[in-house]
């Protein structure tokens, strides 16, 4: 069979089995189970695939079409110039958290050795992403679960980036104050659980639910970031663009300027604030 049949099939697996991306999917599982590039997937398209080649493929397809996430089965991501290992100890990086990263690091570029804090870090992520892009940072993460930690400190070797990780609830007995604290904090309501896709379903519930409106750990994450933040320091925060208006308010109301930004789709999910009257 050509590669660029196996290829069809492989998509139109994933269809039937109601995965939501098909075509990108099967593309990214065949380029694993070849060990092709996209470059050569494009130029070799016609030429014939071996039965040991098939089968790896069809395994890949076996455990996507059950939905096991497509990050899980690739084992590893390229995300915010970082390498990320991906398993079910934590939440898979999502595109969205990848451009919170591009919009905090301008306001990182006027400090010569800022200190940055990753509240709830997962696989490191934001963290490394930070530390990869601003070298002379001083890089704090922490995670209530040591699963989580152990990921985030295998791919900051993976990677060749030195950060602090600490098990923390949130801030608590964290070391201020920061420039910066940035967080993709739990932010889905308890009632989206029962109606979760099922990749969602594999990532860890401590990762994902935070009371009646999602919005029961960001508002702990805001109250104990106030004190922990230097002079002209900026709390970001992703959340769901169905609650950042409402948490933003509530900022506003408490005494912080707070921003929206939006995601890439135009939805306002992420809030940034500092203290009223400070700049930075």
Not at 67 to 76: A, D, K, M, S
Not at 103 to 111: A, E, F, H, I
């Amino acid at each position: 069979m050509q590669l660029r049949d196996l290829l069809r099939q492989g998509a139109a697996r994933l269809g039937s089995a109601g995965v939501p991306s098909p075509e990108v999917d099967a593309r990214e599982l065949l380029l694993s189970a070849l060990h092709l590039t996209p470059t050569a997937l494009l130029t070799r398209a016609h030429e014939p695939v071996g039965a040991d080649g098939q089968a790896r493929y069809a395994t890949l397809l076996d455990r996507r079409a059950a939905r096991e996430p497509l990050q899980h089965i690739l084992g590893e991501v390229e995300w915010g110039g970082v390498r990320l290992r991906c398993d079910p100890r934590a939440l898979v990086p999502r595109p969205e958290t990848e451009w919170l990263l591009h919009l905090l690091l301008p306001g990182l570029q006027s400090r010569a050795q800022p200190r940055v804090l990753d509240v709830g870090t997962g696989t490191g992520a934001l963290a490394l992403g930070v530390k990869a892009a601003c070298p002379g940072a001083a890089v704090t993460a922490t995670d209530l679960s040591p699963g989580a930690l152990a990921l985030a400190r295998e791919n900051a070797a993976l990677n060749g980036l030195e950060v602090t990780w600490l098990q923390a609830d949130l801030l608590a007995g964290v070391p201020g104050p920061f420039d910066l604290i940035v967080s993709n904090p739990p932010y889905l309501p308890e009632g989206d659980r029962a109606h979760a896709d099922p990749e969602v379903q594999r990532d860890p519930d401590l990762a994902l639910y935070s009371g009646p409106d999602g919005l029961t750990l960001a508002r702990r994450l805001a109250a104990q970031a106030s004190p922990a933040l230097a002079a002209g320091g900026a709390l970001w925060l992703e959340l769901d663009p169905r609650n950042a208006a409402t948490l933003a308010a509530e900022l506003r109301a408490g005494g912080w300027d707070a921003q929206l930004h939006a995601d890439l789709t135009g939805r306002e999910r992420f809030v940034q604030a500092r203290r009223a009257g400070q700049s930075g």
